[in-house]
C-alpha cells in the first residue's frame, strides 16, 4: 500500500507542475484566441498562489512537502528516496540537466515574474459579466 501511496503523491505533484507550466501556457493562447476563462480570477488567483508557494519553498530553501512525503512512504516501502528536489530529480532524467539548487530558484522566479507580467498583459476579471 505504501508504494501505491508513494506514486499516488508522484502523480499529484506531476498535476501540480504541470498547472503551474501549462497554466501559463494557457493563459497566453486563450488571450489569443480569446477564451473567456483566462480572465477567470480563480484560475489566474489559484495559478498565482500555485507558483508563488514554489518560489516561496525555493528561496526559503525548503523541500517542497509532496517531495518529502514521497521520500518517506518509499523510504517505508523500502525503496530508493531523492536525492534532491522533486524537479532537479525529474528534470535529470528526462532531459539530463544537472544544476545546482540556485539555478532552479533563478528559474522558479523567473516563471513567477512571467506569471505576475501576464497578469498586467491578460488582465484577470474581477467581477462577473
Not at 86 to 93: E, G, Q, V
Amino acid at each position: 500500500m505504501t508504494p501505491l501511496l508513494a506514486d499516488l503523491i508522484l502523480a499529484v505533484h506531476v498535476l501540480f507542475a504541470a498547472y503551474n507550466v501549462l497554466g501559463l501556457a494557457v493563459v497566453w493562447v486563450g488571450a489569443l484566441a480569446r477564451w473567456r476563462f483566462v480572465g477567470n480570477r480563480w484560475f489566474r488567483g489559484s495559478h498565482l498562489a500555485a507558483m508563488g508557494i514554489v518560489v516561496a519553498e525555493a528561496l526559503l530553501g525548503q523541500a517542497c512537502p509532496l517531495t518529502v512525503w514521497e521520500n518517506q512512504l518509499r523510504a517505508a516501502a523500502g525503496q530508493g528516496q531523492y536525492a534532491e528536489s522533486f524537479l532537479s530529480h525529474w528534470a535529470d532524467r528526462f532531459f539530463y540537466f544537472d544544476a545546482p539548487p540556485e539555478v532552479f530558484t533563478a528559474i522558479y522566479a523567473a516563471f513567477f515574474g512571467l506569471m505576475v507580467l501576464s497578469v498586467w498583459l491578460v488582465p484577470v476579471r474581477w467581477r462577473k459579466g
